[in-house]
T-cell receptor, first 116, second 109 residues
Framework: GAVVSQHPSWVICKSGTSVKIECRSL??????MFWYRQFPKQSLMLMAT?????????EQGVEKDKFLINHASLTLSTLTVTSAHPEDSSFYIC????????????FGSGTQLSVL | GENVEQHPSTLSVQEGDSAVIKCTYS??????FPWYKQELGKRPQLIID?????GEKKDQRIAVTLNKTAKHFSLHITETQPEDSAVYFC????????FGGGTRLMVKP
């Protein structure tokens, strides 16, 4: 199957700093990428959908100025958590769709963010 | 929008027994239903999917059934093994992919 690489896998930062998470599709062109947040023992919560070359579409309740998404190429999307606070601590996962049917989703390995 | 309900939230079975996880969806336009397996701290992995023009699909010990009329679909795992222990998510795609709440499956040796 297709490979989606996500980095970093784990980050600890001080409150007030910004953290950038990268999501790359390694062997296919991802027309659409998705960013999720997952709390312990809970399901995946879609935060935003990004299409290459256009602005991301954010889900209701997600602050676009807080979670900056850039999808500058068909293989790379980034999520920047700006001025992170302890309540932003969570597991963030990206996924990408592409290929012939543009239907299947392939997930990154996730990023565990801990804000002190 | 689409709403996907998944049951049960936890399921414990003895090794060798079968496990069944059920999901319902609300959007009759949904036409693609994948199932993902997520081990602790790892990425969700697609294990099987079914499209709305098919009623059943099987891949070794895993099968999925779809009832479009009733708007529900189920995951069946036969001859469960300890390595099947994980969280399983169903999803339904209409305009977008919506996930169920997840089922934590525990297979006891």
């Amino acid at each position: 199957g297709a490979v989606v690489s996500q980095h970093p896998s784990w980050v600890i930062c001080k409150s007030g700093t910004s953290v950038k998470i990268e999501c790359r599709s390694l062997d296919f062109q991802a027309t659409t990428m998705f960013w999720y947040r997952q709390f312990p023992k809970q399901s995946l919560m879609l935060m935003a959908t990004s299409n290459e070359g256009s602005k991301a579409t954010y889900e209701q309740g997600v602050e676009k100025d807080k979670f900056l998404i850039n999808h500058a190429s068909l293989t790379l999307s980034t999520l920047t958590v700006t001025s992170a606070h302890p309540e932003d601590s969570s597991f963030y996962i990206c996924s990408a769709s592409g290929g012939a049917t543009n239907e299947k989703l392939f997930f990154g390995s996730g990023t565990q963010l801990s804000v002190l | 929008g689409e709403n996907v309900e998944q049951h049960p939230s936890t399921l414990s079975v003895q090794e060798g027994d079968s496990a069944v996880i059920k999901c319902t969806y609300s959007d009759s336009a949904s036409n693609y239903f994948p199932w993902y397996k997520q081990e602790l701290g790892k990425r969700p992995q697609l294990i099987i999917d079914i499209r709305s023009n098919v009623g059943e699909k099987k891949d070794q010990r895993i099968a999925v059934t779809l009832n479009k009329t009733a708007k529900h679909f189920s995951l069946h795992i036969t001859e469960t093994q300890p390595e099947d222990s994980a969280v399983y998510f169903c999803a339904a795609r209409g305009n977008m992919l919506t996930f169920g709440g997840g089922t934590r499956l525990m297979v006891k040796p």
